[in-house]
Every structure is written in C-alpha cells, then in structure tokens.
C-alpha cells in the first residue's frame, strides 16, 4: 500500500525558497500522479501544482506559476516541488497526494481525484 511523507517545510523570509519532497514507500511512484496542496486556516485545500506519470506533464495554479516547479525523481522514488520567490501568502500546510495512472490535465489539481494523502508540512513565510 502506498505511503506518502512530506518534508521541508519550515519558517522563511518573504522572497526566499524552500523544496519540498514528497516520499513514497510501498509502491513506484513511476505509476503515479503526484499533486500538491496547500490549505490556510480558513480557507479551502488548493490544488497548486501535479505531475503527470507517463511523460510528466505538469500544471500549475496560476498563484504559483514561474515560481513553483515540480519535479519527480524516480530513482528516489521522490516528487519534488521547488518554491521560489515565497510570498506571505504562501504559507499553509502543503501536502502531497497520489492516484495511480494518467489524469486528466482538467481534474489533475483537484483533491478529490487523488486517494493517498500524505499528513502535511508546514511552510510560513514571514519576516
């Protein structure tokens, strides 16, 4: 069964970066899409970026594009998301989410297409 652990999260200044991974164990990540998440309190999960398996293909929610990028390395068996230019805003419990197969581009940063979650990390950017 496919488990996914999240890691890199933590305390930034305004304009700086973080990676975050997304581990799995049980299974090949090569067979999955990967997306990632994020939820501020109060406010809805968000669906910020996902990586296709079978060519990667990636999208990205238009509050992250050009400075986000995702990335899979499959030897790690680890999807990556890459955060530059961080924002107050940015700051939320970012989780990564699997669903075996191809999705979709329309339903690929969608939280009810993905059925393994990983328990969050969490990225505040502050001064």
């Known amino acids: 069964q496919l488990q996914l652990v999240e890691s890199g999260g933590g305390l930034v200044q305004p304009g700086g970066s973080l990676r975050l991974s997304c581990a799995a164990a049980?299974?090949?990540?090569?067979?999955?899409?990967i997306g990632w998440f994020r939820q501020a309190p109060g406010k809805e999960r968000e669906g910020v970026s996902c990586?296709?398996?079978?060519?990667?293909?990636?999208s990205y929610a238009d509050s992250v594009k050009g400075r986000f990028t995702v990335s899979r390395d499959n030897a790690k068996n680890t999807v990556y998301l890459q955060m530059n230019s961080l924002k107050p805003e940015d700051s939320a419990v970012y989780y990564c989410?699997?669903?075996?197969?191809?999705?979709?581009?329309?339903?690929?940063?969608?939280?009810?297409?993905?059925?393994?979650w990983g328990q969050g990390t969490q990225v505040t950017v502050s001064s």
């Open positions: 989410a699997a669903r075996r197969g191809r999705i979709v581009t329309s339903l690929c940063r969608s939280a009810p297409t993905y059925d393994t």
């Open positions: 990586i296709r398996t079978g060519g990667g293909a990636t």
């Open positions: 049980g299974s090949t990540l090569d067979y999955y899409t």
